[in-house]
């Protein structure tokens, strides 16, 4: 039988995506849009979203045939947009639609059981799934904000990340902070009673840098080495530099076995280099978040 696989891009970064799949000698055989379809074994893909790891072909010779056909398959369903979306909505109205409620923090993310997703490339036909990568068929993520107390929205990035792997510090953990400032991540980490030292060239919000726990050291985040610092449950890092640079700084901590935990932010200026995110995927694992821009999140 036919093997389907398929990943969504994220909207604003599908160039990024085309040179990964490139550089990974990943063949679409279809695409529209944001989303590639492939055949085969499902493979990761740093830049992306979600990806749909078991890929159903179903024929739709009308609305209402296709829609009495999904029906038994799922209980819930997400549509995604691409190709005939007239006639994909038209399909999906006649379904029960996965509700969307902003997650509050901590929260491990999982799918909803019985949830599934569609699209369609072809008139004539529906590509369905019920196998994910992430806890939502398009890759969504919303939490319920906290405005008042963070001192800048990067905590979402943390958020995430942590709520993905269902694993987020205990009070009394160690955590290293690098490029701290103003203190969002500090102030996740700090509000989950982790003890935290954050690190910075430029100094915390004072709100942040006098929450229990949080202790800070003014100076360069590449001198924060594990032979110093001692061991640490986890090392996360939102520094601001090239990605080759926090490579190295992650490498080191891993042949040092210095932290258990990691989250760290790989920004690109200018196009991402397809070779460095593979050199953090032999680490451990690379994702796009919903709450990453120009940036893709090492967690391990
Ligand atoms: C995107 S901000 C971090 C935001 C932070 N995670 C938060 O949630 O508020 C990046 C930070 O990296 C810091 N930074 C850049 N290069 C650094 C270096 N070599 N050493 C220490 N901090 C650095 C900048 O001063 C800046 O505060």
């Not at 008139?123 to 001192?151: I, M, N, T, Y």
């Not at 955590?175 to 910075?200: K, Y």
């Not at 080495?225 to 601001?240: E, Q, R, T, Y």
């Amino acid at each position: 039988m036919e093997s389907l696989w398929a990943i969504l891009a994220p909207t604003e970064f599908v160039e990024e995506t085309r040179t990964e799949l490139k550089f990974k000698h990943l063949q679409p055989i279809a695409q529209a849009g944001n989303f590639f379809l492939f055949r085969g074994e499902p493979r990761h893909v740093a830049w992306a979203a979600v990806t749909w790891l078991e890929v159903k072909r179903l024929p739709a010779p009308s609305i209402g045939a296709a829609a009495k056909a999904l029906r038994p398959l799922a209980r819930r369903w997400a549509l995604l947009p691409s190709l005939h979306h007239r006639r994909a909505s038209l399909i999906f109205e006649q379904l029960r639609p996965l509700p969307q409620a902003p997650v509050e923090f901590p929260t491990a993310l999982a799918l909803p059981e019985g949830s599934a997703a569609f699209t369609m490339l072809d008139a004539q036909e529906v590509l369905w799934c019920r196998f994910f990568d992430r806890p939502d068929p398009l890759g969504r993520v919303e939490f319920s904000e906290d405005r008042e107390s963070a001192p800048s929205r990067a905590y979402l990035k943390l958020w995430e990340a942590l709520c993905l792997s269902g694993k987020w510090p205990a009070a009394g953990e160690r955590c290293v902070d690098l490029g701290a400032c103003p203190g969002g991540w500090t102030w996740v980490l700090a509000s989950l009673g982790a003890r935290v030292l954050a690190v910075d060239r430029a100094p915390l919000d004072p709100r942040i840098a006098t929450m229990p726990g949080v202790s800070f050291r003014k100076g360069d985040a590449f001198q924060a080495k594990p032979s110093s610092l001692g061991k640490v449950d986890w090392l996360c890092s939102d520094v601001i530099c090239v990605p080759e640079k926090l490579l190295e700084l992650v490498e080191e901590w891993v042949a040092a076995e210095a932290a258990l935990h990691y989250v760290c932010t790989l920004k690109f200026q200018g196009a991402a280099d397809p070779a460095v995110v593979a050199g953090f995927e032999r680490l451990g694992r690379v994702l796009h978040l919903a709450h990453n821009k120009h940036e893709l999140t090492f967690v391990r």
